[in-house]
């Protein structure tokens, strides 16, 4: 996409442009992760980012890692739009010229070398 993202400061004005959902994080953890919504999970509804986060036992603790996952991933997107385009190059006749030539004196190489007898070994 070509669209540079604004990414505001504060974080009620970043979840204002987001949608949010919380879930059970499964895994290790027992009682206090299979009966708790501390999971978070925030989409960014203008670039459709989408980050998860479940490691801290609190939800407003996954809620501000989740935050700080998604201002990483715009400043990642903007800055792409900043990076200078490739400019694709194509090996020069000579370069592949040379090259052709290398293969062809390492086969000739190659071809001079002779099968060992089995008395030989």
């Known amino acids: 996409m070509d669209v540079r993202y ?3 400061d504060d974080d009620a004005a ?3 442009e987001c949608e949010v959902q919380t879930f059970r994080g499964t895994g290790p953890g027992g009682q206090g992760v299979n009966t ?3 999971a978070v ?3 960014h509804l203008p670039s459709g980012y989408t980050v998860i986060c479940r490691r801290e036992r609190s939800q407003l603790q996954n809620k501000r890692e989740c935050l700080d996952r998604l201002r990483q991933r715009l400043e990642q997107h903007n800055a792409a739009l900043d990076a200078p385009k490739r400019v694709p ?3 020069s006749r000579a370069v592949k010229a040379r090259q ?3 293969k062809r004196r390492h086969a000739r190489l190659k071809r001079t070398r ?3 007898q089995p008395g030989e070994e």
């Open 6 to 8: 604004h990414i505001p």
């Open 14 to 16: 970043l979840l204002a």
């Open 36 to 38: 708790t919504d501390s």
């Open 41 to 43: 999970r925030i989409r």
């Open 89 to 91: 190059t194509r090996k």
């Open 100 to 102: 052709v030539e290398a």
């Open 114 to 116: 002779e099968r060992v």
